[in-house]
Each structure stands twice: as C-alpha cells, then as structure tokens.
Nanobody, 115 residues
Framework: QVQLVESGGGLVQPGGSLKLSCAASGMRFSFYAMGWYRQAPGSERELVAT???????NYADSVKGRFTISRDNAKNTLYLQMNSLKPEDTAVYYC?????????WGKGTLVTVSS
C-alpha cells in the first residue's frame, strides 16, 4: 500500500537549518503532486510548500526565501530544506501526495526551533 514516511525533524536553534525528507512507496511517485504542510501547537494545519509533477513550486509567504522544496523522482523522495529557522516554525511537518482521485498523508515529523 501507499506509504509516505517523513524524516529529518529534530531540535534546532533559531537561525539554524534542517532538511526534511519524505520517502514514498507503493505509488507512481512521479505522477503525484507533492507538498509539505505543518501544524503548530494549538493551530490549524497550514500549507508550507507544494511542487507539481512538472516541478512548479508554490510557497507560503511565511517561508518564502527561507525554505526550498524539491523532489527526486528517481529516488521517490520529497525534500524540504529549511534555513534561517524561527521559533514560529516549530510544528509537526507532514508530507502529502495527491492526484485527481487520491490523497495520501505521512504521519509527520516534529521540528522544534528553540534556544
């Protein structure tokens, strides 16, 4: 079955960097649009960045210029490079893949930005 597994989360100081990965299996990865979402404590889940099958990219204003989304179809993996991290970036980060008929979510990885 389809699985999306995030990794790379952890504790980092403000101003630091972290790179998240999302490994996909059980689906034709290259046929799916992919995205990163996050949910901070006490907040709604929000979009961070998306990347289409044609590598068209969209970022939330809050992360523009600091985060970079990318995909490696040969490795069935989605990435999120996070730089200049702020305490307000603290959240559980989720990977999502979708096409016209299906939507899949990973279980999330926790990113904590704190001194």
């Amino acid at each position: 079955q389809v699985q999306l597994v995030e990794s790379g989360g952890g504790l980092v100081q403000p101003g630091g960097s972290l790179k998240l990965s999302c490994a996909a299996s059980g689906m034709r990865f290259s046929f799916y649009a992919m995205g990163w979402y996050r949910q901070a404590p006490g907040s709604e889940r929000e979009l961070v960045a998306t990347i289409t099958t044609g590598s068209r990219i969209n970022y939330a204003d809050s992360v523009k210029g600091r985060f970079t989304i990318s995909r490696d179809n040969a490795k069935n993996t989605l990435y999120l490079q996070m730089n200049s991290l702020k305490p307000e970036d603290t959240a559980v980060y989720y990977c999502k893949g979708w096409n016209l008929v299906m939507e899949y979510w990973g279980k999330g990885t926790l990113v904590t930005v704190s001194s």
